[in-house]
């Protein structure tokens, strides 16, 4: 069984939908979360950091962890085309030594 | 400021070459990370440096060979590559090491002949 699990998608939206991006884990010792966009053949880019259970927002982002069920997920509301992109959901240890990546979410923003 | 860059962005070589790939950070930050991403894939950790140190090798094979001269450079030296070497490498940083996320770099697209 891998650590982190995510849909690989695609998933097609069309603009201005509600995106709901999720990962699942197995490791309950995991601490820290993370969400990264990655546009192809670019380096990933970090969206989101949240600790623990809870909400983060940061504007059209919205971060989500429930620690009970092992689950995190990334809205994004008004989505743009400017979003199509590759999300990977990352969590680590309290070391952060090593993060754990989900296989990465294909969206597609249809203008 | 939360940039890494990464030379070259794309680099062709024979499995016989040597060639080097560089990353620079002028944040401060005191961890340094190669990664190897094959398409479709997530990044692998492959080295970690930290205060300079190494201080993990994910089990890399010796035909990659990581160098961290100062704070600010990350080297990830290459000889006698494979073809399913080919990947993208990304280099990534973060303010201390064991308590902080990780910044990455735009990567080094590398094609193995």
């Known amino acids: 069984q891998k650590e982190v699990e995510q849909d690989p998608g695609p998933l097609s939206v069309p603009e201005g939908a509600i995106v709901s991006l999720n990962c699942t884990y197995s490791?309950?010792?995991?601490?820290?979360f993370m969400w990264y966009r990655q546009y192809s053949r670019k380096g990933p880019e970090l969206l989101m950091y949240?600790?623990?259970?809870g909400n983060k927002e940061d504007g059209r982002f919205t971060a989500q962890v429930d620690k009970s069920s092992k689950y995190i997920s990334l809205f994004i509301r008004d989505s743009q085309p400017s979003d199509s992109a590759t999300y990977l959901c990352?969590?680590?240890?309290?070391?952060?030594?090593?993060?754990?990546f989900g296989s990465g979410t294909k969206l597609n923003v249809k203008p | 400021d939360t940039e890494v860059t990464q030379t070259p962005k794309h680099l062709v070589m024979g499995m016989t070459n040597k060639k080097s790939l560089k990353c620079e950070q002028h944040?401060?930050?005191?961890?340094m990370y190669w990664y190897k991403q094959k398409a479709k894939k997530p990044p692998e950790l492959m080295f970690v440096y930290s205060y300079e140190k190494l201080s993990i090798n994910e089990s890399v094979p010796s035909r990659f060979s990581p160098e961290c001269p100062n704070s600010s450079l990350l080297n990830l030296h290459l000889h006698a590559l494979q073809p399913e070497d080919s990947a993208l490498y990304l280099c990534?940083?973060?303010?201390?090491?064991?308590?902080?996320?990780?910044?990455f770099g735009p990567g080094t697209r590398l094609l193995v002949l």
């Open positions: 949240t600790y623990s259970s």
């Open positions: 990352a969590m680590t240890l309290y070391n952060f030594n090593k993060f754990y």
């Open positions: 490791n309950s010792a995991f601490q820290y």
């Open positions: 944040m401060g930050h005191r961890a």
């Open positions: 990534a940083s973060s303010q201390d090491p064991g308590k902080e996320t990780q910044y």
